[in-house]
């Protein structure tokens, strides 16, 4: 898991931590688009996204210290992103959209693979975008850390604050989540399997 | 999560399929899942779909489908380069910027405060620092006024946040607000009266401060230290050796004041004798025959009246001045009239600037006539100077528009986008727009204090400025489309201002688009306000056993 095209900048690393400023803007350079991709898949709007990478890299310089070089630079640059945006959606309310009570104790019906695999072939990258922005703060936050920047279910579980157990119904959730989204219709996205 | 059936007559559920794919399943449990898969038609569809879901996702997730927003290329920029020249450039034009206002704004008000006999003080200082109302004000500290600075600060951390990292924010605002709490010393004993007509009678002497309220306050004995006084009457007969500073319908001075006299009210009359100087605002100063100020007068309202003794100058921002007494300095007066009677007598020179010239008996006594100035009213209209400093305020305004448009990206754009919503924003506006000041005036005569009173007021102010620059974005987004880009903003903003400038300058009916736009962008940045300071409601995270859902496990579906 890394930047694209990014190899580990231990260097850089090396030198950013002295607090040379010329370090700090090739970290930027290389992995602030990534981490802007991470938020703007992550969070509400593109502002929020804008904020929330400044801030990644502001919070970066007082964290930098922490990093462990022996383990992957851009894995722990996208978990300290994930904190970070989720303590965002966690102080708005906007956490709760779409995950009350109901939501979370409605049982989910077994999908019809046949249905299942040509809505899925059916819908563009675009279309998926689209329906991400649908999606409840936390089934989004889930989907990006797995399938944007492949965060171990640990890693996820440590950053929404769940039992690692867990992790697995909340990414189901939100494919299913998903899959309503992209069908626009929640009797179509199940696929009815009974 | 369920577990995986050993019966190949029944599917696997969905979890079970999904942790395979996710390789999240031991590797007993794993062989037995593909085993089944090998054998069942319906779970491996499943299985399939599954892994293209995945693939899908993480194809579309990682697509760029935009680019680095300009502000963070521009951050990028910043991040590049050392950071201490900046500081040192942004603090640089701050000063410069501080010291433009000053020289603009604060010294030539201090140059003729001091002509008024205010010497040695600015005034800002001679409102807020020196004296008895700075001591007034370090003897009003309460609880209140603990608590509404520490919300500033708290307003403060929030605002710097966003810009700086949380230990410096914080860093800077406690400092700031450990300095205020330094630079005011702990407060002093003083004494407190109140009731219907609260008196410190003739043969009593107070030593100290003194605050009185009441329908009628008296002050007939001795009091050694400042009267800071509110009622509908304030009647001074005894001796006061401090300062008066008061508010309410009539100030009546028949006895002596050592200090000086500081208030705002319908009347001041003075028979008695000010040792120092009187300032005012409101309707009238009335100095009778018998009344005697040592110093200046300093009048913001409607007239003044010297019949008595002055042993200084007149400041005069109001209507009409009269005087029949004595000014033993000079007059400089910006109003509708002035007459000098037959009796009076001006020691000094006479400025005025006003409608008509100043009426002056013959038989009064100056030490040179009256310079007198006309006011010439939309004479700017044909002056071509007045195009020339049209043309500044506007550069000035987008100047302004631009930092606070840099400075606050997000805020900007959501007051601009709150403009939209005309009735509430133009509603909120006319109630914030008209209620601040009145806030901001009811702060700084009550026990909430002057510092939040006039921090109210700067911030008023400011936000008529600020109001017209988010209106006129709007105005530029109506022209030339809408942008979420904060420079392109930045570029509507500006095309929207000089639009709106050229409608203020319509004569007669300029101040209306002027003052519309300002109160309209007033109920727009309060809109946003009130939105970033809603409550925010604590998360429901799950945190109870997970139970698997009773439909996804192991349905009895045909293989």
């Known amino acids: 898991m890394s930047a694209p095209g990014i190899t580990e900048p231990t260097e850089v690393i090396t030198r950013a931590r002295a607090g040379d400023a010329e370090a700090w803007g090739q970290l930027y350079h290389d992995y602030a688009p990534a981490i802007f991709r991470f938020c703007r898949r992550a969070l509400p709007t593109r ?31 996208y978990k300290v992103a994930a904190n970070h945006c989720w303590d965002m959606l966690r102080r708005r309310k906007i956490r709760q959209d779409k995950e009350t009570g109901d939501l979370e104790n409605l049982p989910l019906e077994h999908p019809d693979p046949s249905q299942l695999e040509k809505l899925i072939e059916e819908r563009s990258s675009e279309e998926v975008r689209r ?15 797995r399938y944007y920047s492949d965060m171990s279910y640990d890693e996820i579980a440590d950053a929404l604050g769940v039992r690692r157990a867990f992790v697995g119904v909340v990414l189901l959730r939100a494919r299913h989540e998903l899959r309503q989204a992209l069908e626009g219709n929640a009797a179509l996205a199940a696929g009815g399997a009974s | 999560m369920s577990e995986v059936p050993k019966d190949n007559g029944k599917h696997l559920d969905e979890m079970t399929l999904l942790l395979y794919v996710e390789r999240q399943l031991d590797r007993a449990r794993g062989m037995e899942v593909s ?9 491996r569809t499943l299985l399939r779909a599954l892994e293209r879901e995945s693939r899908l996702l993480t194809r579309a997730m990682l697509e760029e489908d935009e680019p680095l927003p300009s502000r963070l290329a521009q951050f990028q920029e910043r991040a590049r380069k050392s950071m201490q020249w900046i500081w040192g450039l942004v603090f640089g034009l701050a000063a410069t910027g501080a010291y433009a206002l000053y020289t603009s704004y604060i010294q030539p008000w201090q140059q003729q405060l001091e002509q008024a006999g205010f ?16 001591k007034g004000w370090q003897s009003v500290i309460t609880l209140l006024e603990v608590l509404a600075m520490l919300t500033l600060a708290g307003l403060g951390a929030l605002f710097f946040r966003r810009r700086i990292r949380r230990g410096s924010a914080l860093a800077l605002v406690f400092a700031g607000f450990c300095t205020v709490l330094t630079v005011a010393p702990a407060a002093s004993a003083t004494e407190y009266r109140g009731g219907q007509s609260p008196t410190v009678n003739k043969d009593e002497s107070i030593k100290g401060d003194i605050y009185m309220s009441g329908e009628r306050v008296r002050i007939e004995g001795t009091v050694e230290g400042d009267v800071f006084a509110a009622g509908k009457d304030i009647e001074i007969d005894g001796h006061v050796t401090g300062d008066v500073i008061c508010a309410g319908r009539l100030l009546q001075v028949r006895g002596t004041v050592d200090g000086n006299v500081r208030g705002a009210g319908n009347n001041g009359v003075i028979s008695g004798t000010v040792t120092r100087n009187v300032m005012w605002f409101g309707d009238a100063v009335t100095v009778e025959s018998t009344g005697k100020v040592g110093g200046s007068v300093t009048m913001f309202g409607d007239t003044m009246a010297i019949d008595g003794h002055l042993g200084r100058d007149i400041l005069f921002f109001g209507t009409e001045v009269n005087v029949s007494g004595v000014v033993e300095g000079g007059i400089r007066e910006k109003g509708h009239a002035m007459t000098i009677g037959a009796n009076g007598q001006v020691g000094g020179p006479i400025h005025f600037e006003g409608d008509k010239p100043a009426e002056v008996s ?25 195009y020339i400093w049209q043309v500044i305020w506007a550069a000035a305004y987008i100047l302004f528009g631009l930092v606070l448009f840099a400075l606050m990206p ?59 620059i988010v209106v006129a974005a709007l105005i530029g987004q109506w022209l030339m489309g809408r942008t979420q880009e904060i420079w392109p903003l930045i570029g509507r903003m500006a095309v929207g201002f000089v639009l709106l400038r050229l409608c203020t300058m319509i004569p007669h009916v300029g101040w209306v688009f002027k003052y519309g736009a300002a109160f309209w962008g007033i109920g727009a940045i309060s809109l946003v306000v009130y939105r970033r300071l809603q409550p925010v409601i604590a998360p429901g995270m799950p945190s109870g056993p997970y139970t698997p859902p009773s439909a996804t496990v192991g349905g009895a579906v045909p293989a």
């Not at chain 2, 085993?35 to 779970?43: I, L, V």
């Not at chain 2, 038989?363 to 007045?386: H, N, T, W």
């Open chain 1, 47 to 77: 502002e929020d996204a804008e904020d929330a990478t400044m801030e990644v890299f502001m919070k970066l310089k007082g964290k930098l210290n922490q990093y462990d070089s022996t383990r992957s630079f851009s894995a722990w640059l």
């Open chain 1, 131 to 145: 329906a991400l922005d649908k999606l409840g703060a936390r089934a989004r936050m889930a989907l990006v850390m």
């Open chain 2, 35 to 43: 085993a089944h898969t090998q054998e069942c038609d319906t779970c």
């Open chain 2, 119 to 134: 010497g040695g003080s600015n005034l800002l200082g001679l409102l807020i620092f020196q004296g008895a109302m700075w």
């Open chain 2, 362 to 386: 013959s038989s009064a006594k100056l030490a040179s006539p009256v310079e007198f100035k006309q006011i010439e009213r939309r004479k700017e209209y044909r002056d071509g100077s007045y």
């Open chain 2, 410 to 468: 997000n805020f900007a754009e959501e007051a601009v986008k709150s403009t939209e919503r005309y009735g509430a924003s133009a509603g909120l506006g006319i109630l914030v727009g008209c209620g601040l000041p009145i806030a901001a005036l009811i702060a700084c005569v009550t026990v909430v204090g002057l510092f939040i009173g006039i921090s109210t007021f700067f911030l008023w102010y400011a936000s008529l400025y600020f109001g017209q």
